[in-house]
């Protein structure tokens, strides 16, 4: 009968009995209900819509032209008709048209609409551009198409985003709690309410009226909506700073976390070999080794003979010329100016030597193994000279981000292969305590090591890898710095640990956010319920109307509930910033920890093709 309304629900009413069904203002306030339910959820659901399209509008236009490179010259096309493969050229101040591979030029590039982040990114040979970022030159660069329209790494990044803003639940642990005991402690005061005002004479009609105003009062809509939509605002907002969530599980799970693992190669390293330490003799100086191993290396094409040839080069040193060159178990072996040469393991060089080597080459070998480097030991004329040590080098931002995580979470470990001592060392290079480094952890233990220090921690905790690794199913969230991880929970396409500690700020933000609009749904229920059961009337006189009530209803879902949506759509149009996403808009009022880890980012130079 409520559903019905108008005249035929009158007609209807008075046919079963009802008293005063006629001139009762039960069915206005049913008609109200469902006009104010209609209107209040449309309202809504076009604020949630917003969002959406504050962030798909976020992304600048491609060109609409691209020059394209053939044999017979360049040649302007409508930049649909670009195809992978083909060669296109971007002028300095020009959008690139779509994801390649730099062929040519030498320029800087603005990717601040994949990562946040305005801080030019150098491209030469070989490096990856994308669409819709910027040339900042100064060359043009040719590049060779690797995707092209919906298929570029932009648009891909936003089809997930948008993806994962769909899953925020349409129900919460905390909401269901609340409507699990709200609801029906709702029905009884609305019984009550009839009760008592049949018991002080009323009409049926009236009483009826006052029963349907507290369940009108009491609606859980803005309990229901307000931390879905924090969490909608939050996953695009953070889609636009460059930290892909999966899901908004994942979301919530990094505003709950309680440490945070990270696996050394790759995250915390620079994930190529160094040369960080080099011992001669007193006839083979230093910088004369290292010349000596770059001309063995050159023969060579591994990461090591990389990182040796890289720091000859950086430190203009001459490559000695090897003649003979061959290779052995543990060794290579060559000759320079007609006098023999060798480089590999103390055993290996001990042998060519015909004599054990001094103790202090193998005292710096042994103190490089103990600091996680390795000794590649050397020889000239079948006598020693030198030791050379060969590590992965800290990423000096990974201590920056370190010391971030650390004051935003209880614990932060590094899992890595090295022995304890060079656990010990490392842990000195990342500012962490020695129980911060969890020595010995290879591939095959690295579930293993998660699951313990899961344990140890007592909640939730993340493991970051470079890629997806099969130990994420050990970690509660599984973060991955490469854009091609399926499986993890978060991707951070800036590549860098530094996304962390923003991700984890902009979780709780969105959480702190829906929990204000639930509060105030909370107290705007309190408020509204004596009103409505016309507590009031014996005291004031004060009565509260059906038909105020259902506009009390309108206005309490749309206050708790689009306040929550506002500030999603502050978080989604926040400016871009260094490793967080939009300052203080993305996040409102946070804590102090989280305000010393999230600087208010400098604003991003206007660029303009």
């Known amino acids: 009968l409520l559903c019905l309304g108008g005249g035929g629900g009158l007609r209807a009413a008075a046919a079963l009995g009802v008293p005063d069904a006629e001139g009762s203002p039960l069915f206005l306030v049913a008609t109200l209900t469902l006009a104010a339910r209609s209107g209040g959820q449309l309202w809504l659901l076009r604020l949630q819509r917003q969002a959406g399209e504050r962030f798909c509008h976020a992304a600048p236009a491609l060109p609409d032209s691209v020059r394209l490179v053939r044999e017979d010259g360049e040649l302007t096309a409508p930049a649909a008709a670009l195809q992978p493969g083909e060669v296109f050229l971007t002028a300095p101040g020009e959008r690139f048209a779509a994801d390649g591979l730099v062929e040519a030029g030498s320029a800087s590039a603005e990717e601040s609409l994949l990562t946040g982040s305005a801080d030019p990114v150098g491209k030469v040979k070989g490096s990856a551009v994308y669409a819709g970022t910027v040339n900042l030159g100064p060359d043009a660069l040719r590049a060779s198409a690797t995707a092209v329209g919906g298929g570029t790494r932009a648009q891909t990044a936003a089809a997930a985003a948008l993806r994962a803003a769909q899953t925020a639940p349409a129900d919460t642990p905390r909401a269901a709690l609340l409507r699990r005991w709200l609801a029906p ?358 009565v509260l109307p059906g038909w105020l009530a259902a506009l009390l209803w309108l206005a309490g879902g749309m206050a708790a509930g689009g306040g929550v949506i506002g500030w999603a759509l502050g978080a989604v149009r926040a400016p871009a910033g260094p490793d967080v996403p939009g300052g203080k808009s993305a996040g409102g009022d946070t804590e102090a920890g989280e305000a010393a880890a999230n600087p208010t980012p400098a604003p991003a130079p206007e660029v303009r093709p």
């Open 185 to 542: 402690g709702v029905l009884a005061l609305a019984l009550l309410s009839l009760a008592l005002w049949l018991a002080a004479g009323a009409a049926f009609g009236t009483a009826a009226a006052r029963a349907a105003a507290v369940l009108l009062a009491a609606s859980l809509l803005a309990l229901l909506l307000a931390l879905p939509a924090a969490l909608s605002g939050a996953l695009l907002a953070g889609a636009r700073q460059g930290m892909l969530f999966a899901d908004a599980a994942a979301l919530q799970t990094a505003g709950a976390l309680a440490g945070v693992l990270a696996v050394k190669d790759g995250v915390v390293s620079s994930g190529e070999p160094q040369v960080v330490s080099l011992t001669g003799t007193r006839q083979v100086p230093g910088k004369f080794l290292l010349g000596l191993a770059a001309g063995l290396e050159t023969y060579l094409d591994d990461h090591v003979a990389l990182a040796v040839l890289k720091k000859a080069q950086a430190e203009g040193i001459k490559v000695r010329p090897v003649a003979a060159f061959a290779a052995a178990d543990g060794g290579v072996t060559g000759q320079v100016a007609g006098k023999a040469v060798a480089g590999g393991s103390a055993a290996f060089v001990a042998a060519q030597c015909g004599q054990p080597l001094p103790n202090d080459l193998l005292d710096a070998g042994a103190a490089l193994t103990m600091a996680g480097a390795a000794p590649l030991y050397f020889s000239l004329d079948r006598h020693p000279a030198g030791v050379l040590g060969v590590a992965e080098a800290v990423d000096p931002a990974s201590r920056d981000a370190i010391g971030r995580l650390r004051a935003l979470l209880p614990a932060v470990r590094v899992l890595a292969p090295e022995s304890p001592a060079g656990a010990a060392h490392l842990a000195d290079q990342l500012g962490l305590p020695e129980e911060g480094v969890q020595p010995g952890v290879t591939g095959d233990g690295l579930a293993g090591a998660v699951a313990a220090q899961k344990s140890a921690l007592g909640g939730p905790v993340a493991l970051v890898a470079k890629t997806a690794l099969p130990a994420f199913a050990a970690a509660d969230l599984g973060v991955a710095l490469s854009d091609a991880a399926p499986g993890a929970g978060l991707v951070l396409l800036r590549g860098r640990l530094g996304g962390l500690p923003a991700a984890v700020v902009l979780a709780r933000a969105a959480a702190k956010a829906g929990r204000r609009a639930e509060v105030a749904a909370a107290l705007y229920h309190l408020a509204a319920l004596p009103l409505a059961m016309g507590l009031l009337a014996p005291l004031c006189g004060l």
